[in-house]
T-cell receptor
Framework: DAGITQSPRHKVTETGTPVTLRCHQTENHRYMYWYRQDPGHGLRLIHYSYGVKDTDKGEVSDGYSVSRSKTEDFLLTLESATSSQTSVYFC?????????????FGPGTRLTVL | EDQVTQSPEALRLQEGESSSLNCSYTVSGLRGLFWYRQDPGKGPEFLFTLYSAGEEKEKERLKATLTKKESFLHITAPKPEDSATYLCAVPIYGGSQGNLIFGKGTKLSVKP
């Protein structure tokens, strides 16, 4: 298994509060990604990173920000959580790419916004 | 519009009953197609990458094939432990942006 951990694994929060999800990898891969998975939509890309301090937006980036200060860590922040951000969030990594190289996924974080 | 469509949405098989899952795409200039398996409460697990029409890859009871318009995941003599949701994904490119587009998946249930 690719060395990817996500924390927390489960979180319940209230509307309007800030939330930060962490992805940590031990593979030294250059690319890291954040996806959300919702019933009826499949996996959708939120943001991705192609190196330390290098990030770009994905398909559903509104309401989310990211940061990557170290190769191994990629943080996803919801500045002011809304109920529509209730979802399961997955981090992924790839060595090269970003789109043609295999992405390996973490175990996910289930976020509930009340 | 670039799309990835998987069918059927759900498939119930008896143990040993072979079948196929379909992933069709409308992406022009395909540059790879990925198959993943996802168990409930877990992240997608990589199975196969296919890059060109005619390519085939096998792993245990699974065989993935690729044509110019679709990919099939053939499951031969499935076992209950093959029960999972199977996802396919295709990279797309638009201007300076790219993305990996996932289908919604096929939920496979194999009964003993």
């Amino acid at each position: 298994d690719a060395g990817i951990t996500q924390s927390p694994r489960h979180k319940v929060t209230e509307t309007g509060t800030p939330v930060t999800l962490r992805c940590h990898q031990t593979e030294n891969h250059r690319y890291m990604y954040w996806y959300r998975q919702d019933p009826g939509h499949g996996l959708r890309l939120i943001h991705y990173s192609y190196g330390v301090k290098d990030t770009d937006k994905g398909e559903v980036s509104d309401g989310y920000s990211v940061s990557r200060s170290k190769t191994e860590d990629f943080l996803l922040t919801l500045e002011s959580a809304t109920s529509s951000q209730t979802s399961v969030y997955f981090c992924a990594i790839s060595a090269t790419g970003p789109w043609e190289d295999t992405q390996y996924f973490g175990p996910g974080t289930r976020l509930t916004v009340l | 519009e670039d799309q990835v469509t998987q069918s059927p949405e759900a498939l119930r098989l008896q143990e040993g009953e072979s079948s196929s899952l379909n992933c069709s795409y409308t992406v022009s200039g395909l540059r790879g197609l990925f198959w993943y398996r996802q168990d409930p409460g877990k992240g997608p697990e990589f199975l196969f990458t296919l890059y060109s029409a005619g390519e085939e890859k096998e792993k245990e009871r699974l065989k993935a094939t690729l044509t110019k318009k679709e990919s099939f995941l053939h499951i031969t003599a499935p076992k209950p432990e093959d029960s999972a949701t199977y996802l396919c994904a295709v990279p797309i490119y638009g201007g300076s942006q790219g993305n990996l587009i996932f289908g919604k998946g096929t939920k496979l249930s194999v009964k003993p």
